[in-house]
């Protein structure tokens, strides 16, 4: 079955800088890509997603990149705020119904 | 509009109590899901239920752990006879059911404490 590993698990940045986080996914057959937002004491929150066909995808400051060949994925954000603070996770979709998460990552911005 | 909804949002008991927790997806979505958040983990897959279709239980733990869904809409997990692994959050998600990936849509949890 799919397996997604998610790195770091836990980073930190200086308001204004950049954030990346790094998943790696097995099944080659998965097509859809979440990423959701979890503040404390919620549920999970989709904040971008994307498709197999599509290597890049922008929305104001995230975007998400997608190596089909390598099997990456990747989440970027810039010019963190201390809102952005929260566990992000990555997903896989591999048809049918079954999504996939990452571990988490615990991301702290500091003011 | 309204959200998905889970009950109780915290829940402590005994270790070899029962427990139920309910779950009230959006309106319209025909595919529910159950995922475990252990402290600091990721999110597990528990059980999904599709429609009128018989639920895919492949991520249960254990023979302790069911869910139904009644009439297509409510959900309920029940643990039977908990033990302190239990202890964790459970989350309930709801999505539209097209059959692709799509977007889940999340309750805040119930935190399950096993004493």
């Known amino acids: 079955g799919e397996n997604v590993e998610q790195h770091p698990s836990t980073l930190s940045v200086q308001e204004g800088d950049s954030a990346v986080i790094k998943c790696t996914y097995s099944d080659s057959a998965s097509n859809y890509f979440p990423w959701y937002k979890q503040e404390l004491g919620k549920g999970p929150q989709l904040i971008i997603d994307?498709?197999?066909?599509?290597g890049e995808k922008k929305d104001q400051r995230i975007a998400v990149t997608l190596n089909k060949t390598a099997k990456h994925f990747s989440l970027h954000i810039t010019e963190t705020q201390p809102e952005d603070s929260a566990v992000y996770f990555c997903a896989a979709h591999t048809g049918g119904f079954k999504t996939i998460f990452g571990a988490g990552t615990r991301l702290f911005v500091k003011a | 509009g309204a959200g998905v909804s889970q009950s109780p949002s915290n829940k402590v008991t005994e270790k070899g109590k029962d427990v139920e927790l309910r779950c009230d997806p959006i309106s319209g979505h025909t595919a529910l899901y159950w995922y475990r958040q252990s402290l600091g983990q990721g999110l597990e897959f528990l059980i999904y239920f599709q429609g009128n279709s018989a639920p895919d239980k492949s991520g249960l733990p254990s023979d302790r752990f069911s869910a139904e869904r009644t009439g297509g809409s409510v959900s309920t997990l029940t643990i039977q006879r908990t033990q302190q692994e239990d202890s964790a959050v459970y989350l309930c998600?709801?999505?539209?059911?097209?059959?692709?990936?799509?977007?889940?849509?999340f309750g805040s949890g119930t935190q399950l404490s096993v004493l």
């Open positions: 998600a709801s999505s539209v059911g097209g059959g692709g990936g799509e977007k889940l849509f």
């Open positions: 994307i498709r197999s066909n599509v």
